[in-house]
């Protein structure tokens, strides 16, 4: 069974960053796209950055381009998601998820397997 665990939330001051991880197992990073989602509370869940490390192929939503990198390292079956000048509008629980279609998507849509969430808060 495909399960997907997150890391790495916390309290940081605005300007601040955090990295998040994701840890995959039951699945290979080689056949999966695995995405970042967040929903900050009263808002629908925003697609933040997804990444194919098979073909290289990455997708970074518009309000987190150049602020925002994410990565995988296929040995620890882990993708990262390096969170640089933060906001406090990036304050969300952050999710990751794994999607088995082509192509990258930020669509919660194309997601079947889900992390339980981890909480990042900006403060101003």
């Known amino acids: 069974e495909a399960q997907l665990v997150e890391s790495g939330g916390g309290l940081v001051q605005a300007g601040g960053s955090l990295r998040l991880s994701c840890t995959v197992s039951?699945?290979?990073?080689?056949?999966?796209?695995i995405g970042w989602f967040r929903q900050a509370p009263g808002k629908e869940r925003e697609g933040v950055s997804c990444?194919?490390?098979?073909?290289?192929?990455?997708v970074h939503a518009d309000s987190v381009q150049g602020r925002f990198t994410i990565s995988a390292d296929n040995a620890e079956n882990t993708v990262y998601l390096q969170m640089n000048s933060l906001k406090p509008e990036d304050t969300a629980v952050y999710y990751c998820?794994?999607?088995?279609?082509?192509?990258?998507?930020?669509?919660?849509?194309?997601?079947?397997?889900w992390g339980q969430g981890t909480q990042v808060t900006v403060s101003s």
């Open positions: 039951g699945l290979s990073l080689d056949d999966y796209i």
């Open positions: 998820a794994a999607d088995d279609t082509w192509p990258p998507s930020l669509e919660s849509r194309f997601y079947n397997t």
């Open positions: 990444i194919s490390s098979k073909e290289g192929r990455i």
